[in-house]
């Protein structure tokens, strides 16, 4: 018989996204996963792993970084903070920057979306649980996002995380929702 698995987190009772600390903005009534108290040896190794590939990327893109325009866009992340993404002005290779914030620590290679704060309202505050992804679910596989973003966080492990970059790999240059 399998055992149920233990939701490790904490719980708020914020009203609406509002400063509860200097440093912790938070969603209403959300159970917030911690991955790091679930499983911390996986959630240090995955943090390693982000920056083993997310540094030899940044230095490789290095030269697109000097003639494209980088700016910072608006976005809500882990516990509902809202953080400003890299991004390079226009279309071609938009988030590429990104892997400044994955060095920086604010997203992870793999995650769900960073939204936009116009969407939160339309999207389960359990996406909010884990660091926003430079690639995920939403990437490489056909489905509702909100769907996909509760699938990743209810079904995190490294070995999960490493099979959805190599399908981000594999469909590099093709087709992106």
Known sequence: MQRPRQVIGIRTAAAHVKTLSAADRTLRGTYWYDLRARDPLAAGVKRLIDIAIAAP??????????FREIVREPRVGF????????????????????????????????????MMPSEVERHD???????????????????REQDLDREYVNEWSLRRD??????????LGGPRR
Do not use: C, N, Y
């Open 57 to 66: 990327l940044t230095l490789l893109a290095a030269p697109l970084f000097l």
């Open 79 to 114: 516990r509902g903070r809202e953080l400003e993404v890299h991004v390079f002005r226009g279309r071609v290779f938009k988030s590429l920057p990104q892997l400044l914030d994955v060095l920086e620590g604010t997203m992870s290679l793999v995650g769900p979306r960073p």
């Open 125 to 143: 505050a359990r996406r909010f649980s884990v660091k926003p992804g430079w690639t995920g679910l939403w990437r490489i596989r056909e489905g």
């Open 162 to 171: 490493l099979a959805i970059l190599l399908q981000a790999v594999l469909r």
